[in-house]
């Protein structure tokens, strides 16, 4: 009996740098909700990627920097995405960006990132200061200049919502924390859901003034 020949070697594939790329955020984040941040190599994401070490420095300079990418790419807040300083504000589109911003609430990558950001947060501060000088406060100031314009312009009411627009994000959050201790299994969590409608209902009456009683005045 002659033994068969060799097989020929795996012909390794090379993928595009995008994708190489979401392999490895991917890979750590799969490994930072594991084990934790501290106790994550780059040699760890690297074999779960099918990388060696410097593979993966190719592609992101330190764990610190794959890090602060996942907030980035992941954490980044939506303060009013549905206004348009050129735009007239409708409900519509209030109503859209609440179903939207409640539909990540199920979302698994978002919910480990967010853990991560929770229990790490205080040990990575110079991280999460990175994060939050680079997307979170220019986002903020961004939006604020627009709500100051479409205040002026009358399509939105001055209140307080409108002049600390961070607190539109506020039910949200605590649904959001509601969702991490109780999650979905039996179905939609009555609480969020009671949650997500008053949310929709504030945001229309403060700013836009649907539906808001007389006696409550109109904000000014």
């Not at 009013?80 to 050129?86: F, N, R, S, T, Y």
Request: with cysteine; hydrophobic share 40%; proline share 5%.
């Amino acid at each position: 009996m002659t033994d068969s020949p060799p097989l020929p070697a795996k012909k390794r594939v090379r993928l595009a740098p995008a994708v190489r790329k979401r392999q490895i955020l991917d890979a750590a984040l799969a490994e930072f909700a594991a084990n934790g941040f501290g106790a994550t190599s780059t040699e760890k994401i690297a074999q779960r990627v099918g990388l060696s070490q410097a593979g993966l420095y190719a592609h992101f300079e330190s764990k610190d920097a794959i890090l602060v990418t996942l907030f980035q790419e992941l954490l980044e807040p939506e303060w009013g995405l549905w206004m348009d300083e050129d735009e007239t504000v409708y409900g519509a589109a209030i109503d859209a960006w609440i179903d939207r911003s409640y539909a990540k609430l199920d979302d698994p990558v978002f919910q480990s990132v967010f853990r991560i950001l929770i229990a790490e947060g205080k040990r990575v501060r110079h991280l999460t200061g990175q994060w939050r000088r680079n997307v979170v406060d220019p986002r903020r100031a961004e939006q604020k200049r627009v709500t100051d314009t479409l205040i002026v312009q009358g399509k939105v009411r001055r209140c307080t919502l409108a002049e600390h627009t961070e607190l539109t994000l506020s039910p949200l959050l605590h649904a959001l924390v509601l969702q991490l201790i109780h999650g979905s299994e039996d179905g939609p969590n009555e609480e969020i859901v009671a949650i997500r409608e008053a949310h929709r209902r504030l945001l229309k009456e403060q700013l836009l003034g649907e539906g808001a009683s007389p006696a409550g005045g109109d904000g000014d």
